[in-house]
Every structure is written in C-alpha cells, then in structure tokens.
Nanobody, 127 residues
Framework: QVQLVESGGGLVQAGGSLRLSCAAS????????IGWFRQAPGKEREFVAV????????YYADSVKGRFTLSRDNAKNTVYLQMNSLKPEDTAVYYC????????????????????WGQGTQVTVSS
C-alpha cells in the first residue's frame, strides 16, 4: 500500500524558512517522481515543485523558483522541500504526491499526473 506522509508545516513570519518532509512507502520510487502542490482557501490546488527520484531532476513553479529547493534521501525514502524567504502568499496546505504508473518519472505539473497523495501539512506565513 502506497503511503505518503507530510510533516514540517507551521507558522512562520514573512522572510522565514520551513522544511517540509514527505516520507514515502509502498512503491519502488526510483522509477517515479514526487510532486508538491499547495491549496489555499477558496483556490484551486496549484503546482509547486517536482523531483524525479532516480536522477534528482527538478522543476519549480515560477512563484517559488529561487526560494524553494527540493532534495531527496534515498535511504529514508523521503523528499524534502526547503522553503526560504517565505511570503504571506505562500500560505496554504501543502501536499506531496507520487506520479502515477502512466506518467512514471515524467515531471508532471498537473494533479492528474499523480495517483497517491499525502494528507497535507499547513503552512502559514504571517506578515
């Protein structure tokens, strides 16, 4: 059974940093990608970043490029999203997800490219 568990969210002042974790299990992830999305109240879920597990290739949304960084720990089956220079507009519930077998290691920017999702972790950035 595939499971994704996010952690690391919280309340931080603008300009601060947080590191989110996504612990993954139940699949051989080196043939897949792990994506991060976020959803603010009243808004659609939006793409944040994605990493290809086997070679570490990444892609970021323009809104977070230069501020957020993805990394992975193969031994722990965990992906990290380091978020620096946070802004109030980064406030949202953050979700990680694993790409579906159809998309495998494609760096998909759409939620439909992913089949298993974590429960989400709240990030709140105060001004």
């Amino acid at each position: 059974q595939v499971q994704l568990v996010e952690s690391g969210g919280g309340l931080v002042q603008a300009g601060g940093s947080l590191r989110l974790s996504c612990a993954a299990s139940g699949r051989t992830f080196n043939s897949y990608a792990i994506g991060w999305f976020r959803q603010a109240p009243g808004k659609e879920r939006e793409f944040v970043a994605v990493i290809r597990w086997n070679d570490g290739s990444t892609y970021y949304a323009d809104s977070v490029k230069g501020r957020f960084t993805l990394s992975r720990d193969n031994a722990k089956n965990t992906v990290y999203l380091q978020m620096n220079s946070l802004k109030p507009e980064d406030t949202a519930v953050y979700y990680c997800a694993t790409s579906s077998p159809k998309w495998r290691d494609i760096l998909s920017l759409r939620p439909t490219g992913y089949d298993y999702w974590g429960q989400g972790t709240q990030v709140t950035v105060s001004s």
